[in-house]
């Protein structure tokens, strides 16, 4: 068992930057891959990036290509999604999700919001 705690959300003007956390309890954690998903109001859960157990591994969403950074830590079971040159399409509850294996996502946070404004 899993539990994910988002944190970092928040608002900001488009073009900053904003840098989510998700910690994750359990000894196990470094055996897991990682990713972020968004939901905008009224709209699907969408991925948006992913990593895998080691770190080696790094995926991305389109839309965020080469302005979000996710990384990891296993000594602090913790992973971290950089948030750079926001814009407004961007607004969105941030979830972060576990699971064995890149694109299995067993476990789920509770979400962070995150805000851009124009």
């Known amino acids: 068992q899993v539990q994910l705690v988002e944190s970092g959300g928040g608002l900001v003007q488009a073009g900053g930057s904003l840098r989510l956390s998700c910690a994750a309890s359990g000894r196990t954690f470094s055996s897991y891959a990682m990713g972020w998903f968004r939901q905008a109001p009224g709209k699907e859960r969408k991925f948006v990036a992913a990593?895998?157990?080691?770190?080696?591994?790094?995926y991305y969403a389109d839309s965020v290509k080469g302005r979000f950074t996710l990384s990891r830590d296993n000594a602090k079971n913790t992973v971290y999604l950089q948030m750079n040159s926001l814009k407004p399409e961007d607004t969105a509850v941030y979830y972060c999700?576990?699971?064995?294996?890149?694109?299995?996502?067993?476990?789920w946070g509770q979400g962070t919001q995150v805000t851009v404004s124009s």
């Open positions: 999700a576990a699971g064995e294996r890149v694109g299995v996502n067993s476990y």
């Open positions: 990593i895998s157990w080691s770190g080696g591994s790094t």
